[in-house]
């Protein structure tokens, strides 16, 4: 069943409201970041009233998302130029980065602010993995080690090591993250401190 557009735009409001809890900022921030005002903002969210273009710009460049988001627009038929960010359970959401199919792919998370009682799952999977964190404190479990890592520093291991990531109760934490198959590594200007699991190995950026 096609919506029209008027639908289309009701439905705007619940996202842009997820989408702040998500980033733990109130209206009041929100409205001196994006210059709108935050009735304007509460009737939005409260879908009260249909956004305009002049509206979504702003929202979708604090948000780090596309227009196209916001507003539940089809997806591409091609799915390797598909670059819309996915949404997770847990609130975090993964924008891919990458076009091109196979190979390494690169991925941007931003993670809402967590639990330092939260239990980690470790998983493992073929592969390569890279991470390098741009904003907040990531939480990084790798085998029996239990990191922290800040603004700027990197990660690379070999994912047949049990791994999880998440945040602090610091806040929230973006980081991007290039997920190779097997063999396929990042190449860092660092010098790799190997670790007991598989040769991973952890360094900031310099």
């Given at each position: 069943?096609n919506?029209?557009p008027e639908?289309?735009?009701d439905?705007?409001?619940?996202?842009?409201?997820q989408l702040?809890?998500r980033?733990?900022?109130?209206?009041?921030?929100l409205?001196?970041?994006?210059?709108i005002s935050?009735?304007?903002?509460?009737r939005l969210e409260?879908?009260?009233?249909?956004?305009?273009l002049?509206?979504?710009?702003p929202?979708?460049?604090?948000?780090g998302?596309?227009?196209?988001?916001?507003?539940?627009a089809?997806?591409?038929a091609?799915?390797r130029?598909?670059l819309?960010?996915?949404?997770?359970p847990?609130?975090?959401?993964?924008?891919?980065?990458?076009?091109?199919?196979?190979?390494?792919?690169?991925?941007?998370?931003?993670?809402?602010t967590?639990?330092?009682?939260l239990?980690?799952?470790?998983?493992?999977h073929?592969?390569h993995?890279?991470?390098?964190?741009?904003?907040?404190?990531?939480?990084?479990?790798?085998g029996?080690q239990?990191?922290?890592l800040?603004?700027?520093?990197?990660?690379?291991?070999?994912t047949r090591?049990?791994?999880?990531?998440?945040?602090t109760?610091d806040?929230?934490v973006?980081y991007?993250?290039l997920?190779?198959r097997?063999g396929?590594r990042?190449h860092?200007?660092?010098?790799?401190?190997?670790?007991?699991?598989h040769?991973?190995?952890?360094s900031p950026i310099?």
């Amino acid at each position: 069943m096609n919506e029209t557009p008027e639908q289309t735009l009701d439905a705007v409001g619940p996202r842009l409201k997820q989408l702040r809890l998500r980033r733990d900022v109130t209206l009041t921030q929100l409205a001196a970041e994006t210059r709108i005002s935050a009735s304007t903002l509460s009737r939005l969210e409260a879908g009260l009233r249909r956004p305009t273009l002049e509206q979504l710009l702003p929202l979708a460049r604090y948000y780090g998302v596309t227009i196209d988001s916001l507003v539940d627009a089809p997806r591409t038929a091609d799915p390797r130029l598909d670059l819309r960010p996915m949404s997770c359970p847990d609130g975090s959401v993964i924008i891919p980065l990458s076009r091109r199919p196979g190979g390494v792919q690169a991925y941007k998370f931003v993670r809402p602010t967590g639990s330092d009682d939260l239990v980690p799952d470790p998983r493992t999977h073929e592969g390569h993995d890279w991470v390098y964190v741009l904003n907040g404190t990531l939480r990084l479990v790798l085998g029996d080690q239990d990191l922290r890592l800040k603004a700027g520093e990197a990660a690379e291991f070999d994912t047949r090591t049990p791994h999880w990531f998440g945040a602090t109760s610091d806040g929230p934490v973006e980081y991007l993250c290039l997920v190779g198959r097997q063999g396929e590594r990042a190449h860092l200007r660092v010098n790799e401190k190997p670790g007991p699991n598989h040769g991973s190995g952890l360094s900031p950026i310099s």
